[in-house]
C-alpha cells in the first residue's frame, strides 16, 4: 500500500492512503484546537490535490472536543471539505461513545449536507465500510 505522509507528530499522524484514495488520521492523545485544525486542514488539502472522497478517522484516543471545535467543524471544516470532494467518512470512537448514540445528530445534519457517516469500533470493519464506495 502506497503511504503518503501528510502530518506526523505525539498528537496525531495523517497520511493519504494512495492505493485506496482515503485519507486517514489516528490520533495518538488528547489533542488541543489549534494542532487539530491544522492537522484537519493538512489532511483537506491533501483529499482535493488527490480527489480522493474517503476519510478515515481513528479517535478512539481522543479527548472530548471544545464547543469551538465542534463550531468550527460545522460551520467551517465540514463544508470546506465536503465541497473539496469529500463523500464518505469513516469515524471509530471508543465503544461507549458508539454505544451512546451521541453522534446521530452530526450525522444527521453531514447527511443533509451530502456526507454520508458510519461510526465504528474496529478499524477493519470500517476500511471495508469506505472499500464498498467506488471512487
Same mark, same amino acid.
Given at each position: /500500500? ?8 505525539? =498528537? ?11 485519507? =486517514? ?30 476519510? $478515515?478517522?481513528?479517535?478512539?484516543? &481522543? ?27 469513516? &469515524?471509530?470512537? %471508543? ?9 446521530? %445528530? $452530526? /450525522?444527521?445534519? $453531514? ?5 454520508? /457517516? /458510519? ?11 469506505? *472499500?464498498?464506495?467506488? *471512487?
Amino acid at each position: /500500500m502506497s503511504v503518503v505522509p501528510i502530518v506526523d507528530n505525539e =498528537y496525531i499522524t495523517v497520511q493519504y492512503l494512495a492505493d485506496k484514495k482515503i485519507i =486517514y488520521h489516528v490520533v495518538h492523545k488528547p489533542i488541543a484546537d489549534q494542532p487539530l485544525q491544522a492537522a484537519l486542514n493538512a489532511g483537506s488539502d491533501a483529499l482535493k490535490k488527490n480527489g480522493a472522497h474517503k476519510w $478515515l478517522s481513528d479517535d478512539r484516543k &481522543n479527548g472530548p472536543l471544545s464547543p469551538e471545535q465542534l463550531e468550527w467543524g460545522l460551520r467551517d471544516w465540514n463544508p470546506r471539505t465536503i465541497a473539496a470532494g469529500w463523500k464518505y467518512w469513516a &469515524n471509530i470512537v %471508543p465503544e461507549e461513545m458508539a454505544a451512546a448514540g451521541t453522534l446521530a %445528530p $452530526l /450525522m444527521d445534519a $453531514l447527511f443533509e449536507q451530502g456526507l454520508r /457517516m /458510519m461510526v465504528f469500533t474496529d478499524v477493519d470493519k470500517a476500511r471495508q465500510w469506505l *472499500d464498498s464506495f467506488e *471512487d
